[in-house]
């Protein structure tokens, strides 16, 4: 039966590669590593773009037990940017070129020993004739072996995939389609049987079949009368673990979910449900390790997206980890997931690997119900009928049950895919939200249509910049949001982007980060990420956005929108009631024109949303300048109950700072990861927005500080990121902030 041994610990690396390291090492030259691996730890800013594009090595030493050695060995690598030689005792046994899907490398019997010595040479530059290179493209790709390996043991007959399909998913009684990919190294011809249970569904049914010799071969069958399955939706993700067995051969667990999913001109349904769409792109980079991140750390930025009320993921510009997929089909929210790429399309040997990642892409994530949709087109590149036609046609033969999408940013794109998913970059402040359906398509007719990108490089916010930057970029996201939500022909609306990320010095802000993000790299909120938050029903939300200064704003404080999903808010000022707020569109008036900011149109333009900002009114006239300020407070009521309440001092002082991590637990053994936010508070427990301050980290027992130890907080607020050692215990993390005398705070997380 198969054995699967992860091997993430112990591997010895060395940021250089000479032809001689394949056959020798010297354990001095080295450094010890553990995967996921960065090759190169950056500053968050301003750092050469080149320093991690260089070739590295990587030593493990690979016991295989001698019982093994007529077995099938192979490795399985999830990831290593950008390609790689694997060499076993000093010989080739396999290379990858793409750093974003994964491989298997055969280790053969001929070069195996008890004790192995394995090296591999991961060339981490761009090289051209991998997508997504041979242009510039506005994102890193940083290097190493970033994700993790496997030492995997099977006879030379195995699964290669196992794939359920559900089927007639809306019916009482579903079916199951069973398809395992056999891999039939010594081209037996045996009877094999395959086997597929559950005991919660009280399935366990097998099937037989003939093998012909050939090295991969198709076996598929239909399991029906599946009674009492539960269906996978955005609130009730229900999973189901199944166990595929190739009798006396090999197992593998395949989780998946009973879900309809399509895009049709009138939008995406969902078991026949009618869903909008609303969700962000993601890239998979963090600050100083690159994409070199554990899976506890992938799978919260999926929680933090559907904590902010969003349902979908895209996976801008590639395959993300598995572990990010694995917490998506968890937590009910859907993926769009597409192929690397960035505006260029290579020559035909390019194009070819391009086509592999497609199948790469698929065969790695069939299973995964959170996925509905598979891009395949490089993001933003220009029509190209024969290669277009291609990556099309390959997802269609091998995926049945899942529509295309491929992103385009001109009108009129030829259309080959499902879904006509096109980025629109139409709003830029003072016009409409996006453009119609058809004018994008040339089309006269209404196809399934998404929108899977807005904003972005159109209003880029820093999380410290002035007020009135980060009002209007939360403004441009309701307009865009409202004017998507008004139409039933745009299923869905991704705005760009989650996560501000590191790109090349020809993008972003001079600094090498292009800050996008509706979070920082942090994965800390900028107000425009309650414009989202705040649609959504399980959490209350009172987001007011202002910092309550009667000089930050470039005019007067006139008018103040909230975030919020309540349904009035009360606004006191100097402990008085200042008056009653709705979200509710006909109940507001047009400010009084002198007042007027420009950056707020009436409120009334939101209407399409579930829940409008609420706008106070008049809260202060121009001839208060150098009045008394005061202190305020906003309260909101659902359902005429008080439910949330905000006070705001006019006098802000440093009254307190929180360290707290996302995390109390690491799992010892492996790399283990979790994020700690030190937060600088005012009296009334808000955030200091303009604090700058500095602070000092160390980690002592069983963890490591990842990064810097001296840290300065970008506008009230910083975090970093703790790993776990291998052993088990306490670790202990000090924080000491410096603000005219020296504050310390201490936090244990335990590894267990
Ligand atoms: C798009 C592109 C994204 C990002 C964005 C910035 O054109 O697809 O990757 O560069 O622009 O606005």
Same mark, same amino acid.
């Given at each position: 039966?198969?054995?699967?041994?992860?091997?993430?610990?112990?591997?010895?690396?060395?940021?250089?590669?000479?032809?001689?390291?394949?056959?020798?090492?010297?354990?001095?030259?080295?450094?010890?590593?553990?995967?996921?691996?960065?090759?190169?730890?950056?500053?968050?800013?301003?750092?050469?773009?080149?320093?991690?594009?260089?070739?590295?090595?990587?030593?493990?030493?690979?016991?295989?037990?001698?019982? =093994? %050695?007529?077995?099938?060995?192979?490795?399985?690598?999830?990831?290593?940017?950008?390609?790689?030689?694997?060499?076993?005792?000093?010989?080739?046994?396999?290379?990858?070129?793409?750093? =974003?899907?994964?491989?298997?490398?055969?280790?053969?019997?001929?070069?195996?020993?008890?004790?192995?010595?394995?090296?591999?040479?991961?060339?981490?530059?761009?090289?051209?004739?991998?997508?997504?290179?041979?242009?510039?493209?506005?994102?890193?790709?940083?290097?190493?072996?970033?994700?993790?390996?496997?030492?995997?043991?099977?006879?030379?007959?195995?699964? *290669?995939?196992?794939?359920?399909?559900?089927?007639?998913?809306?019916?009482?009684?579903?079916?199951?389609?069973?398809?395992?990919?056999?891999?039939?190294?010594?081209?037996?011809?045996?009877?094999?049987?395959?086997?597929?249970?559950?005991?919660?569904?009280?399935?366990?049914?097998?099937?037989?079949?003939?093998?012909?010799?050939?090295?991969?071969?198709?076996?598929?069958?239909?399991?029906?009368?599946?009674?009492?399955?539960?269906?996978?939706?955005?609130?009730?993700?229900?999973?189901?673990?199944?166990?595929?067995?190739?009798?006396?051969?090999?197992?593998?667990?395949?989780?998946?979910?009973?879900?309809?999913?399509?895009?049709?001109?009138?939008?995406?349904?969902?078991?026949?449900?009618?869903?909008?769409?609303?969700?962000?792109?993601?890239?998979?980079?963090?600050?100083?390790?690159?994409?070199?991140?554990?899976?506890?750390?992938?799978?919260?930025?999926?929680?933090?997206?559907?904590?902010?009320?969003?349902?979908?993921?895209?996976?801008?510009?590639?395959?993300?980890?598995?572990?990010?997929?694995?917490?998506?089909?968890?937590?009910?929210?859907?993926?769009?997931?597409?192929?690397?790429?960035?505006?260029?399309?290579?020559?035909?040997?390019?194009?070819?690997?391009?086509?592999?990642?497609?199948?790469?892409?698929?065969?790695?994530?069939?299973? %995964?119900?959170?996925?509905?949709?598979?891009?395949?087109?490089?993001?933003?590149?220009?029509?190209?009928?024969?290669?277009?036609?291609?990556?099309?046609?390959?997802?269609?033969?091998?995926?049945?049950?899942?529509?295309?999408?491929?992103?385009?940013?001109?009108?009129?794109?030829?259309?080959?895919?499902?879904?006509?998913?096109?980025?629109?970059?139409?709003?830029?402040?003072?016009?409409?939200?996006?453009?119609?359906?058809?004018?994008?398509?040339?089309?006269?007719?209404?196809?399934?249509?998404?929108?899977?990108?807005?904003?972005?490089?159109?209003?880029?916010?820093?999380?410290?910049?002035?007020?009135?930057?980060?009002?209007?970029?939360?403004?441009?996201?309701?307009?865009?949001?409202?004017?998507?939500?008004?139409?039933?022909?745009?299923?869905?609306?991704?705005?760009?982007?989650?996560?501000?990320?590191?790109?090349?010095? *020809?993008?972003?802000?001079?600094?090498?980060?292009?800050? %996008?993000?509706?979070?920082?790299?942090?994965?800390?909120?900028?107000?425009?990420?309650?414009?989202?938050?705040?649609?959504?029903?399980?959490?209350?939300?009172?987001?007011?956005?202002?910092?309550?200064?009667?000089?930050?704003?470039?005019?007067?404080?006139?008018?103040?929108?909230?975030?919020?999903?309540?349904?009035?808010?009360?606004?006191?000022?100097?402990?008085?009631?200042?008056?009653?707020?709705?979200? *509710?569109?006909?109940?507001?008036?047009?400010?009084?024109?002198?007042?007027?900011?420009?950056?707020?149109?009436?409120?009334?333009?939101?209407?399409?949303?579930?829940?409008?900002?609420?706008?106070?009114?008049?809260?202060?006239?121009?001839?208060?300048?150098?009045?008394?300020?005061?202190?305020?407070?906003?309260?909101? =009521?659902?359902?005429?109950?008080?439910?949330?309440?905000?006070?705001?001092?006019?006098?802000?002082?440093?009254?307190?700072?929180?360290?707290?991590?996302?995390?109390?637990?690491?799992?010892?053994?492996?790399?283990?990861?979790?994020?700690?936010?030190?937060?600088?508070?005012?009296?009334?427990?808000?955030?200091?927005?303009?604090?700058?301050?500095?602070?000092?980290?160390?980690?002592?027992?069983?963890?490591?500080?990842?990064?810097?130890?001296?840290?300065?907080?970008?506008?009230?607020?910083?975090?970093?990121?703790?790993?776990?050692?291998?052993?088990?215990?306490?670790?202990?993390?000090?924080?000491?902030?410096?603000?005219?005398?020296?504050?310390?705070?201490?936090?244990?997380?335990?590894?267990?």
């Amino acid at each position: 039966m198969r054995k699967t041994i992860n091997i993430n610990n112990d591997w010895f690396y060395k940021p250089s590669f000479e032809q001689t390291d394949i056959k020798s090492f010297n354990k001095s030259d080295y450094e010890n590593a553990r995967l996921p691996h960065t090759n190169k730890m950056l500053p968050v800013n301003y750092f050469k773009t080149t320093d991690y594009a260089f070739v590295s090595c990587y030593k493990k030493i690979l016991s295989v037990a001698k019982e =093994y %050695h007529d077995q099938y060995v192979y490795l399985h690598f999830e990831g290593v940017m950008t390609a790689c030689e694997v060499f076993l005792n000093g010989e080739k046994v396999g290379e990858n070129k793409g750093g =974003y899907t994964d491989f298997n490398i055969h280790l053969p019997k001929n070069l195996l020993k008890e004790e192995n010595e394995l090296t591999v040479m991961v060339d981490s530059t761009e090289r051209e004739e991998i997508p997504p290179f041979g242009n510039s493209i506005d994102y890193l790709t940083f290097g190493g072996i970033y994700r993790e390996v496997q030492l995997n043991i099977v006879p030379h007959v195995h699964m *290669n995939k196992a794939w359920l399909t559900p089927k007639k998913q809306l019916e009482d009684v579903k079916e199951l389609g069973v398809l395992v990919e056999i891999l039939n190294a010594k081209g037996a011809k045996d009877e094999v049987t395959i086997e597929v249970s559950n005991k919660d569904l009280k399935i366990n049914e097998s099937q037989s079949f003939t093998l012909n010799g050939s090295e991969l071969q198709s076996l598929e069958f239909n399991i029906s009368s599946i009674k009492n399955a539960k269906l996978w939706d955005l609130d009730n993700p229900n999973l189901y673990e199944f166990d595929v067995i190739l009798k006396d051969l090999d197992t593998k667990q395949v989780k998946i979910g009973f879900r309809k999913a399509e895009f049709t001109a009138k939008g995406f349904f969902l078991n026949d449900q009618h869903v909008k769409i609303v969700g962000l792109n993601r890239h998979q980079s963090y600050p100083h390790v690159g994409y070199a991140m554990p899976a506890r750390v992938q799978k919260k930025d999926a929680d933090i997206l559907k904590e902010f009320g969003c349902n979908l993921a895209r996976t801008s510009h590639y395959p993300q980890s598995r572990h990010f997929l694995d917490r998506c089909d968890e937590i009910g929210l859907l993926v769009f997931e597409e192929i690397p790429g960035w505006q260029h399309i290579g020559d035909a040997n390019w194009k070819d690997l391009a086509c592999d990642h497609v199948s790469n892409m698929i065969n790695r994530d069939y299973n %995964h119900p959170s996925i509905i949709l598979w891009g395949v087109r490089v993001n933003e590149s220009k029509d190209d009928h024969d290669f277009y036609v291609k990556t099309n046609e390959i997802a269609h033969n091998l995926d049945k049950s899942r529509q295309t999408g491929g992103v385009r940013y001109h009108n009129h794109s030829e259309f080959l895919e499902d879904v006509f998913t096109i980025n629109d970059f139409t709003h830029q402040g003072h016009n409409r939200g996006l453009k119609g359906q058809r004018e994008s398509t040339g089309l006269e007719y209404d196809v399934p249509y998404m929108v899977t990108e807005y904003i972005g490089a159109g209003y880029p916010v820093k999380k410290f910049d002035n007020e009135d930057l980060q009002i209007e970029r939360a403004r441009r996201e309701l307009i865009v949001l409202n004017d998507g939500m008004s139409v039933d022909n745009v299923a869905g609306l991704i705005s760009w982007c989650a996560f501000d990320y590191q790109t090349h010095y *020809n993008f972003g802000a001079g600094d090498q980060v292009c800050y %996008h993000g509706l979070f920082d790299m942090y994965r800390l909120p900028k107000w425009s990420a309650f414009v989202y938050k705040s649609q959504q029903e399980k959490e209350i939300v009172l987001e007011p956005m202002t910092v309550w200064a009667m000089g930050e704003r470039c005019g007067p404080l006139s008018e103040i929108d909230v975030l919020t999903n309540c349904d009035y808010v009360e606004f006191h000022k100097d402990g008085k009631l200042f008056g009653k707020y709705y979200s *509710n569109r006909e109940q507001h008036t047009t400010p009084d024109d002198k007042f007027v900011s420009k950056h707020y149109p009436n409120t009334t333009d939101y209407k399409h949303l579930p829940h409008p900002p609420v706008r106070i009114t008049e809260v202060s006239k121009k001839e208060e300048w150098g009045f008394d300020w005061h202190d305020c407070e906003f309260v909101g =009521y659902k359902d005429n109950k008080e439910v949330i309440r905000r006070k705001r001092p006019a006098n802000a002082y440093m009254h307190d700072f929180s360290v707290k991590a996302d995390d109390d637990q690491l799992i010892a053994g492996d790399f283990d990861a979790t994020r700690v936010i030190i937060r600088v508070k005012d009296q009334f427990e808000n955030k200091l927005s303009y604090f700058n301050g500095s602070a000092m980290v160390s980690v002592d027992g069983v963890g490591k500080l990842i990064g810097d130890k001296y840290l300065s907080l970008i506008g009230g607020e910083i975090a970093f990121w703790v790993e776990n050692t291998n052993e088990k215990g306490d670790i202990k993390i000090k924080v000491t902030l410096l603000n005219n005398t020296e504050v310390t705070k201490e936090l244990t997380i335990k590894s267990v």
